[in-house]
């Protein structure tokens, strides 16, 4: 193994991920991950000095368009995907204090 | 022949004639879903009551003359990652178990406005992540050609769903081989359209500069008409390209003659099984015989398009599922302390492993002193990759390959060992990396009676020569087999 991945690193991923990893799934993480970034090192036998990155298949830039509502009113529906709902609006804990 | 036995195309034709109603039509089909998805556990959600109101709405819209196309009335099943309003969208997640989508894709609403009759929604890897749909929360879909294998994915139960004969045709999406090597698995036909052809709005996004929407059936026909209809230009998706040449059916010609087809020599490598390579090969020689100039090449840097294409897939992955937070839809965890720990703990209880280890790898790639070493270095190898595909298709017309390294392998085999399982993906994932279109067709099967896929490749935008070579090659005739006239399903 190549790459040596430390119990800071992990958590730190899960952080940044965030997903709260059981013992066991962090263990499993470190391996997977070690296995994939040794993999993925492969990349560093061509040399990619002078080429440019590409991030999309086609040249894409920004599409604008005049901001129309067209699809009427689905708050209703919106809603009823919610997990908790109160007064016609989505329950989330709270944020601030 | 029962009428789960005829293509989308007759179908719509015999429909039209009067021959058979809608409502008779998708009830066929609907009692061969009740039959053998027990085997294939093709299908997440089925609403028989819907299906059979929309059936007969859809008849009268035929009746009255204001639908009058080749799917008019015609079955279809949709991958589960597809929105469809007021039917359950899962992704194949506990996240979404009980979501409703709020509006249709517009790939499902082109096909809803040429008639096409939805009966439900695919089974497939959670999120899309995965070759063999075993990783979805409703259970693995298992292969109509022999139960005890998998069916491919992510999009195997769509797959699965066409060989079974449980529908004419469906929407798959794919990211880095999605549609093609479930096909090839399952003995279908699917295509994955050029980037930007079809619209990704609807579609539960994966890898979003990879995603495309395309379509599965029992041959090539069906799947140029399908394609017909679901390539459009949207507004409202921004990666969405204005195309004039969208009339796909018109490349349905037996005609290869003078057709330039290269093979690329690192396709054929050891990792290749050699009863693949057989079929692979004898195939080209079908198309050779029938006057395509056939020769081999080489096509370079294949073996770095599977670490590239995981590194930029799991990157867009960690981005795009980020929105999964329990809060708007979605599952939410039970108990909590704060809106931190309701996030945390919610998506570690609504994610199951393999898409857990993408977005940890992801979050990996793209965090601050690794950026450069593996997300920038992808990208960059992204840019190499397009470039021998550039310098291939000055010479030649399509390229041809094998779909997957093997045949459908056993269930239970490859989820324990991840990289064997991602290797699995060599030939299809560099197609998304270009933004390619790419065909799979069904040309042998091994010695266990299961199903071989052949891959054509094309440049952007030519689709057409793809569904030609693909269309002369299946007019050959020896390869149309259904599991079900094999028996191995009844």
């Keep these: 193994m190549a790459n040596m991945i430390s119990d800071e690193t992990i958590a730190y991923v899960g952080i940044l991920a965030k997903l709260e990893l059981s013992g066991e799934e962090k263990e499993r993480a470190k391996k997977d991950m070690e296995e994939m970034l040794d993999y993925m090192d492969q990349l560093n036998e061509l040399d990619t000095s002078d080429t440019e990155p590409m991030s999309h298949a086609f040249f894409m830039q920004n599409v604008f368009r005049k901001d129309v509502v067209t699809n009427g009113d689905g708050s209703k529906d919106t809603l009823a995907n919610a997990p908790e709902k109160k007064d016609g609006g989505i329950k989330a804990p709270k944020t601030i204090g | ?490």
């Excluded at chain 2, 469906?170 to 052809?197: A, E, N």
């Design chain 2, 1 to 490: 022949m029962s009428l789960t036995g005829f293509t989308a195309l007759e179908l719509g034709k015999k429909i039209k004639v009067r021959e058979v109603s809608v409502k008779e039509t998708a009830a066929a089909f609907l009692a061969a879903i009740r039959n053998r998805d027990q085997t294939t556990n093709s299908f997440i959600t089925v609403d028989e009551e819907q299906v059979l109101k929309r059936a007969e709405l859809v008849q009268t819209q035929i009746d009255n003359g204001s639908l009058c196309g080749p799917l008019a009335g015609v079955p279809m099943a949709v991958k589960d990652n597809i929105c469809t309003k007021g039917i359950k969208t899962t992704c194949g997640s506990k996240m979404l178990d009980q979501f409703l989508p709020t509006y249709t894709a517009e790939a499902v609403r082109n096909l809803e406005c040429a008639g096409a009759v939805l009966l439900g929604k695919t089974n497939m890897d959670e999120f899309a992540m995965g070759s063999t749909t075993e990783a979805s929360y409703y259970g693995a879909a298992r292969n109509p050609w022999n139960e005890r294998h998998v069916t491919g994915g992510s999009s195997g139960g769509s797959c699965a769903a066409v060989a079974a004969e449980e529908c004419p045709f469906s929407l798959g999406s794919d990211t880095g081989g999605s549609i093609r090597q479930p096909s090839s698995f399952c003995g279908v036909t699917g295509i994955k359209p050029t980037y930007g052809t079809v619209s990704r709005y609807g579609l539960i996004a994966y890898g979003s500069s990879l995603d495309q929407i395309g379509p599965i059936a029992k041959n090539v026909s069906d799947c140029a008409a399908v394609l017909e209809v679901i390539s459009s230009w949207d507004q409202k998706d921004s990666t969405s390209i204005q195309r004039r040449d969208l009339d796909f059916t018109s490349a349905l010609l037996d005609d290869v003659a003078g057709m330039k087809i290269g093979i690329p020599r690192d396709y054929f490598d050891d990792g290749l099984d050699a009863e693949v390579r057989a079929a692979v090969l004898e195939a080209a020689d079908i198309l050779k015989e029938r006057g395509a100039q056939v020769e081999w090449f080489d096509l370079g840097l294949v073996k770095y398009a599977v670490p590239a294409y995981y590194v930029i897939a799991c990157a867009e992955a960690s981005s795009n599922l980020a929105r999964f937070d329990g809060v708007k839809y979605g599952y939410r965890t039970g108990e909590y302390e704060g809106l931190h720990h309701m996030y945390k703990k919610s998506r570690s209880e609504g994610f199951g492993l393999e898409v857990k280890r993408r977005i940890m790898l992801g979050s990996f790639v793209l965090s601050s002193g690794y950026y450069d070493a593996y997300y920038l270095k992808a990208l960059k190898t992204r840019t190499l990759l397009k470039q021998e595909f550039d310098k291939a298709f000055a010479i030649y017309d399509v390229i041809l390959g094998p779909t997957a390294p093997s045949t459908a392998p056993a269930l239970g085999s490859s989820l324990e060992d991840p990289m064997k399982m991602y290797l699995g993906d060599i030939y299809t994932v560099s197609v998304n990396l270009a933004g390619l279109p790419g065909i799979s067709v069904p040309c042998g099967t091994d010695s266990k009676g299961l199903p071989i896929g052949m891959q054509l490749i094309g440049d952007c935008f030519q689709e057409k020569k793809i569904i030609r070579a693909a269309y002369a090659f299946e007019q050959s005739g020896t390869y149309r087999r259904s599991p079900l006239a094999c028996g191995a399903i009844e």
